[in-house]
C-alpha cells in the first residue's frame, strides 16, 4: 500500500456516488445535468486543493485548472478525462465498496439477488490476487470508466500542492462531458486550456497506452418504398423491410465486429427500423487504414447505387458523415509524446504496451484539432457493465505515473507545439 491508496479509493467512491450518465436520446448541452453536480464538485476540490484557474464552464460543463510551473520554461503537461459514465447498463444509485485481498474465488456481489462474478467467466480477475477491488452491488456499473482517471489526476495534483520540491512544469487539468455519447470533447477551448499537448486517461488494463485509433463515420441509409394493398400488389409495390434485409445482405459478412480483431476494419449495422413504406438503417464504418476506410465508405456507396439502378428512379438515400479521424497522423508528429509515456510506465515498474483501439477517444478529435493527444490506460476492467471493478492498486500506480511523467517533462524544454491549421483556438 502506497501513500496515495487511501486518497484515491476515497475519491473513487465519492465520484461513483453521483450519478453522470450520459444519454444519446438527449440533445441538450450536457445530455444529462446530473454532470453538472460532478463538475460542481470537482471545481470545489480544485480550489481547496489550490490549484489556480479553476474554471466551470456553467454553458458547456467543461472543468479547468492548472497547476503553475515550478521550474520555469520546461515542457508542460495536459491531462483530460471525462465525467459521465456509460447508458449501457444503469448509472444511478450506484453502491461501491472494497473487497480487500481478493483470493481469486467467485465474487458474490449482491446476496439477496444472487448476482455472483465468476472467476471462470471473467478471467481479468486472476490478475488482481491480493489486491484491494471497487466494485459494484450488481445491479448498476461502476463509473471507473472514466471516474477512476479523475481521481488519479486529483490524487496527483494534491500531491504536487503539497509537495512543492517535486519539479513540474505547467500542468493543465480538463474534465469533459458526455464522451461516452460521441462528445468527443467539441467544446474544450484549447486556448483556456492552455497546453500544446496533452493525455487523455480512458482505458482498462494498466500499463497500455493508445497512440492509433480508427478511421470512423456514420452512414445513414433511408429506403423509400411504395405501399399497396397486399391483393393488389404484384409489380406495384417496393417493400422497403425487403430492400433493407438485402442491403444489409450485400455487405461482407464476415467483417463484422463479432469476426475481426486488432487492425481489421468493419461494417456494423446499429440500428435498423423499417415497414413497407420506409426503412432507415444506420451502419458504422470503421478501419485503421485511411485508404482502406475510404475503399468501405466507397463500397456502401457503390451498393446504394446498386440497387437505386434496378428503378427507374433513385428510392434510397445515403448519407455519410465523419464521427473521427485515427490520432496517429498527429501523434506520430509529436514523438515525445509517446516517448514520454513509455519512459513513465517502465520507471514505475510496469511494461508499457500499446494495441490499436477499436474505437475513438477524445484524443481522436483534439488531436485533429490542433492538441495532440494519445491515451493513457486508467485500470479499470469490465467497464459498461454491471461486473465492472477497478483495482485501488491500479489507481494508485496511476498516480505514480503522472507524478513521474510531470518529472520528465520538467527535465526538458518546451518545443514549439504542432499546430492544425495555425490555431490553438477553442
Request: aromatic fraction near 8%; proline fraction near 5%; hydrophobic fraction near 35%.
Amino acid at each position: 500500500m502506497t501513500q496515495f491508496h487511501q486518497a484515491v479509493a476515497e475519491r473513487m467512491i465519492r465520484y461513483a456516488k453521483v450519478d453522470t450518465q450520459s444519454s444519446n436520446d438527449s440533445a441538450a448541452i450536457p445530455t444529462t445535468m446530473g454532470q453538472f453536480d460532478l463538475a460542481r464538485m470537482l471545481a470545489r476540490e480544485m480550489k481547496d486543493i489550490g490549484l489556480s484557474d479553476v474554471f466551470l464552464d456553467e454553458e458547456k460543463c467543461l472543468v479547468y485548472g492548472k497547476l503553475a510551473s515550478n521550474c520555469g520554461q520546461c515542457r508542460s503537461l495536459g491531462l483530460i478525462a471525462h465525467m459521465d459514465t456509460a447508458p449501457d447498463a444503469p448509472g444511478n444509485n450506484v453502491k461501491p465498496w472494497i473487497l480487500h485481498s481478493y483470493d481469486g474465488s467467485d465474487i458474490v456481489l449482491n446476496k439477496e439477488k444472487n448476482i455472483v462474478m465468476k472467476a471462470e467467466e471473467f478471467p481479468s480477475l486472476h490478475s488482481y490476487i491480493g489486491c484491494d477491488l471497487i466494485l459494484t452491488d450488481g445491479t448498476t456499473l461502476l463509473g471507473a470508466d472514466d471516474k477512476a482517471s479523475i481521481a488519479a489526476i486529483m490524487t496527483m495534483a494534491e500531491h504536487l500542492v503539497k509537495n512543492p520540491e517535486i519539479k513540474h512544469g505547467l500542468i493543465s487539468i480538463a474534465f469533459t462531458p458526455d464522451e461516452e455519447v460521441g462528445g468527443l470533447a467539441k467544446d474544450l477551448d484549447l486556448k483556456r486550456f492552455g497546453c500544446p499537448d496533452a493525455y487523455t486517461l480512458d482505458g482498462d488494463h494498466l500499463g497500455e497506452y493508445q497512440d492509433e485509433t480508427f478511421y470512423a463515420s456514420e452512414a445513414t441509409i433511408v429506403i423509400h418504398g411504395r405501399s399497396v394493398h397486399t391483393g393488389t400488389a404484384k409489380g406495384i409495390m417496393v417493400n422497403a423491410c425487403d430492400v433493407a434485409w438485402q442491403i444489409m445482405s450485400s455487405f461482407p459478412p464476415f467483417e463484422k465486429p463479432a469476426f475481426t480483431e486488432g487492425r481489421e476494419g468493419f461494417f456494423h449495422v446499429v440500428s435498423c427500423h423499417a415497414t413497407c413504406e420506409e426503412a432507415t438503417i444506420v451502419l458504422i464504418i470503421r478501419d485503421h487504414d485511411p485508404l482502406h476506410f475510404k475503399q468501405r465508405e466507397d463500397q456502401a456507396r457503390l451498393i446504394v447505387e446498386h440497387f437505386n439502378a434496378t428503378q427507374r428512379e433513385p428510392f434510397i438515400e445515403l448519407k455519410i458523415k465523419e464521427s473521427y479521424r485515427s490520432m496517429k497522423e498527429i501523434v506520430d508528429q509529436n514523438p515525445h509524446l509517446i516517448a514520454n509515456l513509455q519512459e513513465a510506465i517502465s520507471s514505475c515498474g510496469i511494461k508499457p504496451f500499446s494495441n490499436p483501439f477499436r474505437g475513438g477517444t477524445d484524443g481522436s478529435s483534439l488531436s485533429h484539432r490542433g492538441l495532440p493527444c494519445p491515451n493513457l490506460s486508467a485500470g479499470y476492467e469490465n467497464a459498461h457493465g454491471r461486473f465492472e471493478y477497478v483495482p485501488i492498486q491500479s489507481m494508485e500506480k496511476n498516480v505514480e505515473i503522472l507524478l513521474r511523467l510531470a518529472q520528465i517533462c520538467a527535465a526538458q524544454k518546451q518545443d514549439v507545439p504542432f499546430v492544425i491549421g495555425g490555431s490553438h483556438g477553442g
